[in-house]
């Protein structure tokens, strides 16, 4: 069901992105607490969580590169510690 959900978040950014004007394509004008709520939800304590947060970033960069280009710094950080999670193998195989 995470998964799942996950899927869906990601879709429907997708979508807010892709069905708008140009000036108004970026993810953050479109929905602008998704992004912050993900940053959150990536330093949980809840290892579900954290990989939820890095499935849906992993699809939001592929679906809208262009549009989190502005967060490149915090996005590397968040898949760093994703990647290098000290507590769960299963936050760090996630990717």
């Known amino acids: 069901m ?8 990601s879709e429907l950014a997708l979508f807010l992105s892709t ?3 140009a000036e108004e394509a970026l993810i953050e004008r479109q929905w602008p607490q998704l992004l912050p709520f993900l940053f959150r939800l990536s330093k949980s304590e809840n290892e579900e969580q954290r990989r939820s947060a890095l499935e849906m970033f992993s ?4 679906y809208l590169g262009d549009s ?3 967060h490149i710094n ?3 950080d968040v898949l760093t510690s994703g990647l290098t ?3 769960s193998l299963k936050v760090r195989t996630s990717l």
């Open 2 to 9: 995470r998964k799942k959900l996950a899927d869906a978040v």
């Open 19 to 21: 069905h708008c004007p």
């Open 59 to 62: 699809k939001l960069c592929l």
């Open 68 to 70: 989190l280009k502005a």
């Open 74 to 76: 915090i996005l590397k």
């Open 85 to 87: 999670d000290q507590k």
